[in-house]
Structure formats: C-alpha cells, structure tokens
C-alpha cells in the first residue's frame, strides 16, 4: 500500500472536506464547484487539497481492495505518487500565504509580498491540476 494514501483521522483532513462539502452545496455539485466558488486564491488552493483528499481517499479504498485488478490499482498508486508532493507543497504555500494576508491585514506586512506569496501560489494550483485530474481518472476506472 503506498503510504500517502493513508489520511483519515487528521482535523486538518476533516476540515476541509467540510469545507468542500459546503461549498458544493451552495454550488452546483461539480468537482468545479468548490474552486470556482473561492474568492481568494488560498480558498482555491484549499478547495483544490480537498478536492484531491477526497480522491486520496477513495483511491486508498481501491487500491486495498485486491478484488480491483492490479493494473488499476497500481495506476492509482502512481497517480497519488506523483500529486501528494505538489499537493503537500500547495498546502504548504497556501498556509503561507494565509499567513500573510492576516498580517497585511493587520498592517504588519507588505502587500507587495503577499502579491508574491499568491502568485507563487497560484503557480502551485496550475502545476496540481493535472496531476489531480490524473488521480481523479484513475479512482473512477477503479469505481467501475
């Protein structure tokens, strides 16, 4: 089992699929919905985490499962494999960026920083994207 794919239990986790889950509701219920719905570009990059959580996730219910055929489940271990380290990085910086918006806020920071803090952000959410769409594909040939 490709230890990535193990997530459940953190508060960090639950939160944002809480969050996801909201944002879906009030949306329309797309993969989409929570990203387009984010206001800030660290709302989009914590809707894009808990997007690829909630695939995690599922992905870890196949890939135990040896009923799936190995070729599936090995497409979604690597899949994972190659999303977890740009995902843990999205998080990272987003927190980051979180950081310094409150701080700009409180009048404590630059917002020329925190305008290099979003845009190196936003290079983190374009760089998931397709590795989540990739983990995405693979956890629904699994789901069939």
């Not at 995690?56 to 090995?74: L, M, Q, W, Y």
């Not at 950081?99 to 920083?113: D, F, K, P, S, Y």
């Amino acid at each position: 089992m490709h230890q990535s794919l193990k997530v459940r239990g953190s508060p960090l986790y639950a939160m944002i699929l809480m969050l996801v889950a909201l944002i879906s509701l009030s949306s329309c219920a797309s993969l989409t919905a929570p990203i387009e719905a984010a206001e800030t570009v660290e709302q989009k990059a914590f809707a894009v985490y808990g997007t690829f959580t909630i695939f995690e996730e599922a992905g870890a219910d196949i890939v135990e499962n040896e009923s799936i055929p190995r070729k599936i489940r090995a497409a979604i271990q690597t899949a994972d494999g190659k999303a977890k380290p740009v995902i843990d990085r999205l998080l990272e910086t987003a927190m980051e960026a979180q950081r310094i918006r409150l701080q700009v806020q409180a009048g404590g920071n630059t917002v020329e920083r925190l305008n290099i803090a979003t845009a190196n952000l936003q290079n983190w959410i374009t760089r998931a994207g397709p590795l989540i769409d990739q983990l995405i594909d693979a956890v629904r040939k699994g789901s069939n």
